[in-house]
């Protein structure tokens, strides 16, 4: 199947970049690959079940979002446990220490990824305990 999506010139040109320093034959082998992960990793969040602990990590343009951000974070102050956050120019990376139902942990990522001013989510789950 052919598609095509809107990126932005500066990710494709570092994509490009990485697929072609490690060998791969082509740039729609390193997007199918890179698709995969993305699959394989939300699948995961959405199977996992039970008590967490997980850390949430996002970066973000901080003038764009902090106070809607801010906002959601309150709103799941029942599993946010810590906070960490640093400035890196215009752009901000900010760490969730969560534990608690692997639902309220997956529903703060999906309202994390709903800002367009967010630029990417990744979860880790260090613990889990199935019921």
């Known amino acids: 199947m052919r598609t095509s999506f809107n990126i932005p010139d500066e990710i494709v040109e570092e ?39 997980a850390l949430v990590g996002f970066d973000y343009r901080h003038h764009d979002v902090i106070r809607e951000l801010h906002s959601v974070q309150h709103d799941y102050q029942d599993v946010i446990l810590n906070t960490s ?7 901000c990376l900010e760490s969730l220490f969560c534990r608690g139902p692997a639902e309220r942990v997956r529903e703060l990522t999906y309202r994390l990824r709903d800002f367009d001013g967010v630029r990417r989510v990744k979860v880790m789950v260090i613990r889990e305990n199935e019921n």
Not at 38 to 50: A, D
């Open 15 to 53: 994509f490009d970049r990485v697929w072609r320093e490690q060998g791969l034959e082509s740039r729609s082998r390193a997007a199918r690959e890179a698709m995969l992960e993305y699959v394989e990793s939300h699948s995961r969040l959405e199977t996992t079940t039970g008590e967490v602990v």
């Open 85 to 91: 956050h640093t400035h890196q120019g215009e752009w």
